[in-house]
């Protein structure tokens, strides 16, 4: 039996909204579809120091929004009565990157489309001879008997990227504990500092452009020493550079003046 809110429930659980959308200046729109109360349950218990997440009536988080918050108008235009809302102190692209981290691999169902090509790799299964062969031929798979057990003979495509997932190979890519879908919260856009940040931006590779800025300023730095720009990000660079230098001279006047010094008799390889 489902048990209705009383009006003044509703006002308090609203006021409580309130509270929090003002306590927390980060907020984001996400989705959990596909996503088992299981598995949300455990997502949220990772990230519950980090993070609010709150699942409610759109109706009423649009009004807590409006009454706490009116610039969050911006945001509401991502939501849908299937979104959740998720509020936090972390930048959004920090945001992001918790939840990518964070979700779980699933069993394909028929008609899914590919997320990539999904390769049955070649090698041993553990699956031993019976029915479950022909389940494989009929996914395309190259699949044989060998010893006690069904060997794969060579990596095998069974369906390309973007291509709905048929019934065969879902089943045969379940007897083979093959799980080629993520699910998690889908963080679909983030309210922060008056910008809406969108999937498509957040999504960035953060090591890669970490490793391309740290290689320009090398390079920028090799370029201004060269051409002796001294501004003041390169001039402790170029004093190292040049105390190297002076240090690799010194030690090849020490070693001429050593040679220098030294008798021409012994200098002289024995006859």
Known sequence: MIKLL???QKQEIAKQLEQQFLDYPVVAVASIAGLKSSQY???KKKVRDKVVMIV?????????????????KQIQAQMTDAEIIILTKLDPFKLFK??????????????????????????????APGPVLTELKQAKIDAKIQGPKIVIGKDS??????EPISEPVTKALSKLGIQPFEVGVEVKAVYSDGLIYTADVLDVDQEYYLTTIRTAYSEATAIAIATQYFAPEF????????????????????KDEKVAETPAEAQQPPA
């Open 6 to 8: 009383s009006r003044q």
């Open 41 to 43: 349950n455990a997502i």
């Open 56 to 72: 409610a009536r759109k109706t009423l988080l649009t009004r807590a929004m409006d009454a706490a918050r009116p610039e969050l």
């Open 98 to 127: 918790t939840f990518k981290q964070n979700k779980s691999k699933t069993f394909a169902k028929p008609g899914q489309l590919a997320p990539a090509d999904i390769i049955v790799p070649a090698g041993e299964t553990n699956l």
């Open 157 to 162: 495509t069974v369906v390309k990227k973007d």
């Open 235 to 254: 001039i402790s660079p170029a004093i190292v550079k040049a105390e190297l230098e002076a240090l690799t001279i010194a030690e090849r006047v020490k």
